[in-house]
């Protein structure tokens, strides 16, 4: 049974019943109000706990987040629709006032700046973030690229980002668009580190031979499902959404479709706060 198939069966697995979710008028309301569910993702080289990336083979979309939008439509009964952007702050961004928001439902990690802008359901994952450290570097440690001289390229707006800043405080901090726009960096000697998920980083190994992923982390948080705010009868229906996948092992299987077999699931009830930064 795939992972998206797996997130349906979840909801009897808890008990709750597919036309009691389907019936609640409001949740529907608030969360398809075009018919369709659409959901934010950000496309990176290679899938993670939140990013996606493009499948060759079809020509469409692959990762965790794909599964996980993918089931809440088909539990929804409603199509789904994927909204690309570049990053997850990009997803922010477009949430905030003034913006174009475009979308539905989302999932990103967490952050107290982001709880400014967005609402956050329950956690499905324990996030780390750590550095890629380029070739014929010698920082050997997350406390080594705290240097003057040193420079770290983060992707712009995102949670790792900031983390990024406020430890290494004292180095270069190189904003970029994407994490492609970062591989490229670190191939022409421009960046000594790029600092991103260590799930991310696992799967960009092959595209920057002789890199070092550094042990340790600079940001210890979650990755949880997210709404833009003011929509609390769909927040309550995402969060138990979450909550069955958890239950029902369809978010295990989620990441381990896509050979994140080391990454650790949320315990149950998690709901993203300032605490959970120090995971």
Known sequence: MSAALKLMAAILV????PAT????????????????LRE??????????FWAARDAASDGLRGVTISLGAGLARQLNVPIAFVIFPSSGEIVK??????????????????DERKKILDFGTAYHL???????????????????NAAGVR?????GTATMRASMAASARASNVAVRSVEEAIVKVRAGEIEAMALSREALGGLATQVPGNRVLEGGFLNATTAIALPRGRPAALAHVSAYI??????GAIRQALDEMGLRASIVAPPGLIPTAADQNL
């Not at 979710?21 to 369709?36: F, H, I, N, S, Y």
């Not at 934010?40 to 706990?49: F, G, I, R």
């Not at 770290?152 to 712009?156: K, S």
């Open 152 to 156: 770290i390229a983060g992707v712009e």
């Open 243 to 248: 909550e069955a996948a958890k239950s029902s």
């Open 94 to 111: 477009s949430a905030a006032p003034g913006g174009e928001v475009g979308w539905d439902v989302t999932f990103v990690p967490a952050d």
């Open 40 to 49: 934010a993702v950000a496309v990176a080289p290679a899938p993670s706990a």
């Open 127 to 145: 996030l780390q973030s750590t550095y890629l450290v380029a070739p014929g570097s010698t920082i050997a440690s997350i406390a080594d690229a």
């Open 21 to 36: 979710w389907a019936d609640d008028a409001q949740a529907r309301r608030e969360l398809v109000p075009t018919g369709a």
């Open 14 to 17: 808890v008990g709750v019943a």
